[in-house]
C-alpha cells in the first residue's frame, strides 16, 4: 500500500483581497450600500473595508485603477514559523518574492506571483476588530453586531481565479502552500477545467477554473458569504430596488453545494453572495470528480449558466 502524503495544515483561511476598479467612488458606494461592508479606513486611493462577521479589521482594499482585477489575494498562516515555511516552499520551487512590510490592518507579508498570474500574499500578523460604541454585538463570541444595510454581506468566503493549465495551477497551490483538491471537474475527452480546493473543512476557499482567452492573472469572481440561503434570496431584493442588475441566480451550485448570486459592481468586478457549501471532517476525503456541470442539469437545480460567466473576468480584454 502506497504511503498517505502528510496533509499540510499551514495556512488557515482567506485573509483578505484587493480589487482593482476604474470606478472609484461608485464602487465603494456599492460595497458599502449595496453589499454592506463597512468602511474602516481610506488613504492614498485605497479603501479599507469589512463584513460584520470578520474577526480581522479588514477584508477588503478598493483601490482606484486604471482597470478593475484582481490587485492581490493574501492567505493567512497559522503561525510565523508556518509562515516562514511555505516560504522556503515557494523559494525551493522557484517562485522569488519580496517582503513588504504590511499595510494597513496586517503586518508584514510575502508577495510573490502565482504560476496562474495573480499576485499573492502570505501573512500571519493581524490586526483584529474592536467594535466602537454603537457597533458591538450583545454576544461576546461575535465580533460586531449584524449589519442589515443593503445585502448585510457576514464575512470573506472564498476566491476564484482563471488558470490556463487549471490542473497546474491546483497541484502548485496544493504542493506548496497546503489546498486540499475537493472537487474537480474534467468533461469527458476534455482537459480539466475547474477545481475547487479549501485550506481546512470548508468545501472550498479557493476555485480555480479554465481561462477562456490568452490571458493570465484574471478574477473570475470574490465572495462573501451570508447567514443563510434566505439572505441570498433577500440579496436579490436588495439589489433590484437598488439598482444593481443580476447576472446569475439566485440558484445553488451542484460542487460545494452552495447557495449563490452574482452580479457585477460598478468597476467590472463579479461579486458573489453565497450561503451554505458542505463541510469536510474526514482527513482521507477523496477529491469528486465531475463529468459535465451538474451532471447534465447544468446548476443543481438545472438553471442554465449565462454566457457571460464563461466569458467575462477582469481585466476585461480589449
Known amino acids: 500500500m502506497a504511503e498517505t502524503p502528510e496533509p499540510m495544515y499551514e495556512l488557515a483561511h482567506l485573509g483578505h483581497a484587493e480589487l482593482l476598479t476604474p470606478a472609484y467612488d461608485r464602487s465603494l458606494e456599492f460595497f458599502v450600500d449595496v453589499y454592506g461592508l463597512d468602511l474602516v479606513h481610506e488613504s492614498d486611493g485605497s479603501a479599507y473595508l469589512r463584513a460584520w462577521s470578520d474577526h480581522d479589521l479588514t477584508t477588503l482594499k478598493l483601490t482606484a485603477a486604471d482597470q478593475a482585477g484582481l490587485g492581490h489575494v493574501a492567505w493567512r498562516a497559522v503561525s510565523p514559523q508556518a509562515l516562514e515555511r ?11 518574492g519580496e517582503w513588504i512590510d504590511g499595510d494597513f490592518g496586517h503586518g508584514k507579508a510575502y508577495s510573490f506571483v502565482s504560476p ?77 477545467v475547474g477545481a475547487w480546493l479549501s485550506l481546512m473543512n470548508k468545501a472550498h476557499d479557493l476555485a480555480i477554473t479554465k481561462e477562456p482567452a490568452q490571458a493570465t492573472g484574471r478574477l473570475h469572481h470574490l465572495a462573501y458569504a451570508v447567514e443563510n440561503r434566505e439572505d441570498v434570496l433577500r440579496a436579490a431584493d436588495v439589489f433590484c430596488e437598488l439598482g444593481t442588475d443580476i447576472e446569475f441566480g439566485p440558484a445553488k451550485h451542484s460542487r460545494t453545494q452552495g447557495f449563490f448570486l452574482y452580479v457585477l459592481e460598478p468597476g467590472g468586478n463579479r461579486i458573489e453572495v453565497f450561503s451554505g457549501g458542505f463541510h469536510i471532517f474526514s482527513p482521507d476525503w477523496e477529491p469528486v470528480t465531475w463529468t459535465t456541470e451538474g451532471q447534465g442539469r447544468s ?9 457571460s460567466f464563461h466569458s467575462h473576468a477582469t481585466p476585461v480584454l480589449p
Open 299 to 307: 446548476t443543481a437545480w438545472g438553471l442554465d449558466v449565462p454566457a
Open 116 to 192: 496562474s498570474g495573480q499576485r499573492m500574499e502570505l501573512y500571519y500578523e493581524t490586526e483584529k476588530y474592536r467594535a466602537p460604541r454603537g457597533k458591538a454585538s450583545f454576544l461576546p463570541n461575535q465580533p460586531q453586531s449584524s449589519v442589515a444595510r443593503g445585502v448585510g454581506a457576514a464575512r470573506i468566503d472564498h476566491i476564484n481565479v482563471l488558470a490556463q493549465d487549471v490542473p497546474a495551477a491546483r497541484e502548485f497551490m496544493s504542493e506548496t502552500l497546503g489546498f486540499k483538491l475537493r472537487e474537480h471537474l474534467i468533461p469527458p475527452g476534455q482537459p480539466e
Open 86 to 96: 511555505r516560504v522556503a516552499a515557494l523559494e525551493a520551487r522557484g517562485i522569488r
